[in-house]
């Protein structure tokens, strides 16, 4: 439009953007800033990062362990700070890197293949994934990777494994799956819509606390059983808000507005339940505890640590355990996901698939969510990773790259194999991006 004078303040413009696409978006922005606009830009991308005048990093870490300033100033001298000052610094460097310390798998012989792929703009193709390894599919925004791998496979695992009623992208047949007991699909969804949904409840840690606080004396002398301790049921709940803890106004033609439930003070349990003490924290004052606050508290109590610790590996040791679900971030929610299914007893012969697990994630995150991946892959399981993230492709065993562009330009498997022969693909955008 050719507007000056504007302040653009952008969210991680750069989700979803083939590194190849990415480029061109940075030209945008410094175009627009050229123009005598102000462009201010949330972003993890680390490209993006060096091409900006100013950086601001907050820190240092995340929820409660963040909200300070950690640097201010050019690229160039955020990558000459050491990590004890910049978390973001070595990465710019290029002196820290994401790592793998799992070891390189190769194909045992065992493929999961999609024959015949043709819904949307993909052209005939047979996918083949390996069983047992991380597999990334790579491409251009628009080549084709979410149809093949969520429409097509996910949703025909689905079906077959999982018993669900969802109809896969048109295709052929699918050979392996005899290899699966099920399929799970971990997206950035969020994991509740309401204020009662919360990390303690979604992997399941509420039921074994409120067994431990049943198990109380106090409890057990009035009668008290885990239900007591449930802001679901009635008898222990607050019941002016029915155990949200707030109070919804119908602000009629505006949206709705919440304020603290005036009984139990946001709560969301009777006095009564609440006079309940475990080592004298009652169910809320648990609830109102970060992850790593209740490891101290439940140290002795192995099962709910098993809980904890899960939580604690995928980086979301600052969360409270009674944290709405509605103020969790895509990647919080995706990683609390991964948690439970790391607290699950591994049998192996899972089908796991990721739709760009790393969005919204920083470098240290990322790194923590890859050495989770390769700790399921070595329990026996089998990924499929959909991923525009360089150092993600960087690491995984297997790459399946479509396009050689989108839309009717995509559509076509234009690589397959270990990453170290991408390069040698003239027509990949990925392996080029990956030589640069």
């Not at 996918?127 to 925004?141: D, N, R, Y």
Request: hydrophobic share 35%.
């Amino acid at each position: 439009m050719g507007l000056m004078g504007v302040i653009y303040v952008l969210d991680e413009p750069s989700i979803g953007l083939h590194a190849h696409d990415n480029r061109k978006l940075i030209e945008t922005l410094g175009e627009l800033r050229d123009r005598g606009n102000t462009v201010i830009v949330v972003e993890h991308d680390g490209d993006t990062m060096r091409a900006a005048d100013e950086l601001v990093e907050l820190g240092p870490g995340a929820g409660t362990e963040g909200g300070e300033i950690l640097f201010q100033g050019t690229p160039e001298e955020c990558a000459r700070q050491s990590a004890a000052v910049s978390r973001t610094g070595p990465y710019l460097a290029r002196t820290a890197f994401v790592t793998k310390e799992a070891k390189l798998r190769v194909p045992d012989g065992r493929w999961l293949t999609v024959r015949g792929a043709r819904e949307h703009n993909l052209k005939n193709i047979d996918g083949a994934f390996p069983v047992g390894l991380l597999t990334c599919v790579t491409g251009v925004s628009g080549s084709g990777k979410s149809t093949l791998v969520n429409d097509t496979l996910g949703a025909a695992a689905a079906r077959r494994l999982n018993g669900a009623k969802i109809l896969p992208g048109r295709h052929r047949g699918i050979e392996g799956l005899e290899h699966f007991e099920k399929t799970v699909r971990v997206d950035q969804e969020p994991i509740g819509r309401s204020p009662r949904s919360n990390p303690a409840t979604y992997t399941k840690l509420l039921d074994l606390l409120r067994d431990l606080f049943a198990q109380c004396p106090l409890a057990k002398v009035r009668g008290y059983r885990a239900s007591r301790f449930s802001f679901n049921i009635r008898g222990g709940r607050c019941e002016r808000c029915q155990g949200d803890g707030q109070i919804r106004l119908d602000m009629q033609f505006l949206a709705d507005a919440y304020v603290e439930c005036p009984s139990c003070g946001g709560r969301r349990f009777n006095r009564e339940t609440l006079e309940v003490r475990f080592h004298g924290r009652n169910i809320a004052d648990v609830l109102e505890l970060t992850v790593n606050e209740a490891m101290e508290l439940f140290r002795h109590i192995p099962r709910v640590m098993e809980k904890l610790e899960t939580l604690d590996a995928v980086g979301l040791g600052y969360l409270r355990l009674g944290q709405s679900a509605v103020t969790l971030s895509g990647g919080e929610a995706q990683r609390i996901k991964l948690s439970l299914e790391l607290s699950r007893r591994q049998q192996g012969q899972t089908l796991y698939i990721l739709d760009e697990p790393t969005t919204g994630l920083h470098w240290v995150d990322i790194q923590r969510l890859m050495d989770l991946l390769f700790k399921l892959r070595d329990a026996g399981n089998t990924i499929v990773v959909i991923e525009h993230n360089l150092d993600v492709i960087r690491l995984a065993d297997w790459i399946i790259d479509l396009g050689p562009g989108g839309g009717s330009d995509g559509g076509d498997i234009v690589y397959a194999g270990p990453c170290a022969g991408i390069g040698k693909e003239p027509r990949s955008l990925t392996g080029q991006a990956l030589a640069g």
